[in-house]
């Protein structure tokens, strides 16, 4: 059902039997939406994250004398320095390799210290240890092979973009200029040097040709620039990857990476229509200036 939700087509239908292909790499889906990731949790890491929360949750309690029966039994056998279950000698264990990691100079945990505490002078917050952890784990998000080239073509400055994005207040705006450069619109993605289903040009890249170079998109380019140039400040003379790329522009600005945004959500139900609509009484999305103001 999560599945579904981040990469299902276009058609918004859910069926159980069908495998939906995940679009993004997982390595890659940990990172924050700033990064260009989808937040997802690494399930592994989460856990251990928890075991270590435990154990210095007992440690801090057993520091203040506030341990119950199991936590006082558990606490005797450290200092004996032998774990009799298996469950807490896996919590030492991660405890003391995340210590070493992270918190050098806190004691070890056969010296029963204090809890490892935060900035605040507080134990360790489970969301805290997991940071800590996740970043440690997936430094940088990996790009994909579009992003990197995007990088060389137009200079695009990925994962800057995602910090941009990130700031539209236009939910369906944000949404759809995050998937354009995560590279994770449906329906499109397994496109590659095919001919246009619109405008029948050849092209390597769905995503830079649907939303720039397209023969539809051409058509009304002017109209898109118009647009841009009536209701923001920043004015501009092309629609291209430059103008979609929001983190070349000034970041106090807010209306123009909102107006980039509802124009590429725009831009995208006519894609949508155009590609995959089949039911013929609905009327086709137009791109219009008074569609625009509106949103
Ligand atoms: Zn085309």
């Known amino acids: 059902m999560t599945r579904w939700f981040l990469f299902s087509s276009v058609k918004n239908t859910y069926t159980e039997e069908r495998k939906y292909k995940t679009m993004m790499k997982i390595d890659r889906a940990y990172a924050d939406w700033k990064e260009g990731g989808i937040k997802l949790w690494d399930i592994e890491l989460r856990h251990i994250a928890f075991k270590i929360w435990y154990m210095n949750r007992l440690l801090h309690n057993n520091y203040n004398n506030n341990n119950n029966t199991l936590q006082e039994w558990y606490t005797e056998q450290l200092s004996r320095k032998k774990a009799h279950t298996s469950t807490l000698n896996d919590m030492c264990r991660h405890w003391g390799v995340f210590r070493v990691k992270f918190y050098q100079n806190h004691p070890k945990i056969n010296e029963l210290p204090d809890c490892i505490r935060n900035d605040n002078d507080e134990p360790l917050k489970l969301k805290e240890i997991y940071e800590l952890m996740i ?25 800057k973009v995602f910090i ?8 369906k705006g944000r949404n759809t200029l995050f998937r354009f450069f995560s590279r994770s619109l449906p329906g499109i993605n397994h496109e590659r040097d095919t001919r246009c289903k619109i405008c029948g040009h050849l092209f390597r890249d769905p995503y830079s040709h649907l939303f720039t170079l397209c023969q539809d998109i051409l058509d009304i380019e002017k109209t898109i620039i118009s647009t841009v140039n009536k209701l923001s400040f920043i004015k501009i003379h092309r629609w291209s990857m430059d103008t979609l790329d929001i983190s070349k522009y000034n970041r106090t600005e807010r209306i123009f990476p909102n107006l980039i945004g509802i124009i590429a959500h725009q831009l995208w139900k006519i894609i949508c229509h155009k590609l995959f609509n089949t039911d013929e009484s609905k009327p086709e999305p137009k791109f219009e200036q008074k569609v625009i103001e509106t949103e």
């Open 135 to 159: 970043k440690d784990r997936h430094p940088t998000p990996r790009r994909t092979e579009w992003q990197k080239l995007w990088a060389v073509r137009y200079n695009t400055a990925i994962p």
């Open 164 to 171: 941009n994005i990130n700031s539209i207040s236009h939910q």
